[in-house]
């Protein structure tokens, strides 16, 4: 991650905004004593908010566990078979 103190970022916005756009890309702000602050892109930032709202769901959780045991030990089901439970 690049980290720029609040008056670089300022005299380079626009090449920090076309970095910052680029998937996996962020940039550290840093100002005096404040906390940092992070530029990424919105698809960046949806991406972290969406898991966010998963980790915070314990059933989602729990059913995305349960998904991976059964991957790591064998037991699959046919897309046909999901398609007819969802009645697709």
Request: negative net charge; hydrophobic residues 40%; aromatic residues 4%.
């Amino acid at each position: 991650m690049k980290s720029i103190s609040a008056t670089n970022a300022r005299n380079q916005l626009f090449d920090l905004i076309e970095q910052a756009g680029k998937p996996g890309s962020v940039v550290s702000i840093t100002h005096r004593d404040l906390p940092d602050v992070v530029l990424m892109s919105y698809d960046e930032f949806e991406g972290w908010v969406e898991t966010m709202e998963v980790m915070a769901n314990p059933l989602l959780v729990e059913q995305i566990q349960k998904g991976l045991n059964e991957i790591s030990t064998g037991k699959k089901t046919s897309l046909a078979a999901v398609k007819k439970k969802l009645n697709m």
